[in-house]
């Protein structure tokens, strides 16, 4: 099923064939929008939400893998997770660009054309406009994470980063790559200029809220290192939740894995884990499939596993067993089972652990225990949440233990990718050498090892193709 995900999706709604631009994202004429309500409507468009984009998934260090299950992987998959060069054939389609830049598409119609509308008041105008360009900076801000490299202050101004489309315009045919800098730029300006014209309250998982927007700045100005600047934002982003219309909190796994919880019955499917529309974690609802958890094609490793306390309720998210049955994976490793569906747009999870490195980072050492702890007081029994005494007085083992919270919390989702990514650049954070392990039946194993020029996505050749001299990554 899943190797039918990105093709589907692009013959419904992007109209690309061979011999287009590969920004050519949707045919001429299909797309009209009139009234204020026409350009409100595109931005329900489930198309938005199912982003087909996963390669974090197999890039993080904390995934591993074993045969027979590996050999199911996609050849695109198998290269991702070996850290190859080259991930595309020439005449293959890139997830990583098609539905981002689908996406990228209706939100330069909207902000072009939606404050034109012969109705709707200003304020309704503005804050569909708000939401369009807030959703194209959460597009640009995973596509700068594909495609260029982490951004660093000394660098970025001449670091290749990702072609900038403002326009909607198909009939434009040749495209150059921005740099890190200018990509960065457009992100934080469509943030600031949305924000004030936003929702104030988080009023549907799948529009974008002002605290949404907040969270997603304070990420951005993380993975740029300016944390004096997140900081404001995430404690905003954090009261907003007090507000919401829509239910949105930490899940308490006390409670959701207690006997009549709503996770439960356990079965070999894992647990009852809620759909991602219904997610009450989720802020802001962008989501891809994760079919590795009934193909077995991906595990977490023991390294990982071991970082979970017994207590942890996290556990109840892994089995050790393939599906459906079997003998137990290799060397300790772990499938994850929930959710199939990753949410991964801006989430209640990862605004606590964001918030707590800022704390960290910036010298509010009991600020940042308190938000862990208000963390991990949801995922295990409140008298097991309290820091190890060690970290509570030093700021760089609390700042790893953020980390490590985050892989607990995360793992086998994709996010670990993206920090491996930003903290490549950290002065805090020693170079570090990243392996993927690939088992056999035999108990032989043959190790890939992370290149740190395969921190960014080579662009797909067809995009290359298509735009003569466009630099690609080395």
Not at 326 to 337: L, S
Request: glycine letters at 6%; proline letters at 8%.
């Amino acid at each position: 099923m899943k190797n039918y995900i990105a093709p589907v999706f692009l013959l419904l709604i992007a109209g690309i064939s061979c011999n287009k631009d590969f920004l050519e994202v949707l045919p001429k004429g299909k797309v009209i929008a009139v009234n204020y309500k026409d350009y409100e409507l595109m931005l329900n468009n489930t198309n938005l939400q199912n982003t087909g984009t996963d390669a974090q998934l197999l890039l993080g260090d904390e995934v591993t893998a074993e045969e027979p299950y590996y050999s199911g992987l996609t050849l695109r998959e198998q290269r991702l997770f070996s850290w190859s060069a080259q991930v595309y054939q020439p005449d293959e389609e890139g997830p990583e660009t098609n539905g981002p830049l689908s996406a990228i598409y209706t939100y330069n119609k909207i902000i072009r054309e939606v404050m034109d509308a012969p109705d709707g008041t200003a304020e309704q105008k503005k804050m569909v406009l708000a939401e369009a360009l807030a959703g194209r900076a959460w597009t640009y801000f995973l596509l700068i994470n594909y495609y260029g490299k982490p951004y660093l202050k000394s660098t970025a101004a001449s670091d290749p980063g990702f072609p900038i489309i403002s326009t909607a315009d198909i009939t434009v045919n040749h495209f150059t790559r921005a740099t890190v800098q200018e990509v960065y730029d457009l992100i934080t300006t469509d943030l600031q200029k949305a924000i004030p014209d936003l929702s104030p309250t988080v009023f549907h998982r799948l529009r974008m809220s002002r605290p949404a927007a907040q969270a997603l700045l304070g990420k951005v100005y993380v993975f740029m290192q300016r944390f004096d600047e997140a900081l404001p934002l995430l404690e905003s982003a954090m009261q907003g939740l007090a507000t919401a219309q829509a239910p949105v909190r930490l899940y308490n796994y006390n409670e959701t894995f207690a006997p009549d919880g709503i996770f439960m019955p356990l079965s070999i499917f894992g647990p009852n884990y809620p759909v991602t529309s219904n997610n009450e974690e989720v802020m802001y609802l962008r989501q891809f499939s994760n079919f590795h958890t009934l193909f077995n094609t991906l595990q977490v490793n023991s390294a990982t596993m071991e970082l979970y306390e017994p207590s942890d309720l996290r556990l109840l998210l892994y089995a050790k067993e393939p599906f459906p049955t079997g003998a137990a994976f290799q060397a300790g490793a772990h499938r994850r089972t929930a959710p199939g569906i990753v949410p991964f747009g801006v989430g209640v999870p990862e605004l606590y652990l964001l918030l707590a490195e800022c704390q960290a980072r910036l010298n509010d050492l009991d600020g940042a225990q308190t938000t862990l702890k208000a963390l991990r007081s949801n995922r295990m029994p409140p008298t097991d949440a309290a820091l190890p005494g060690a970290v509570a007085g030093n700021r760089q083992l609390l700042l790893e233990f953020v980390l490590e919270e985050r892989l607990r919390e995360f793992a086998g989702l994709g996010y670990r990718w993206f920090d491996m990514r930003r903290l490549s650049v950290d002065p805090l954070f020693p170079t570090h050498a990243y392996t993927h392990t690939l088992r056999l039946p035999d108990g032989n194993f043959t190790e890939y090892n992370l290149d740190p020029k395969r921190f960014v996505l080579r662009i797909p050749p067809k995009i290359l193709l298509a735009n003569p001299g466009m630099e690609d990554n080395p």
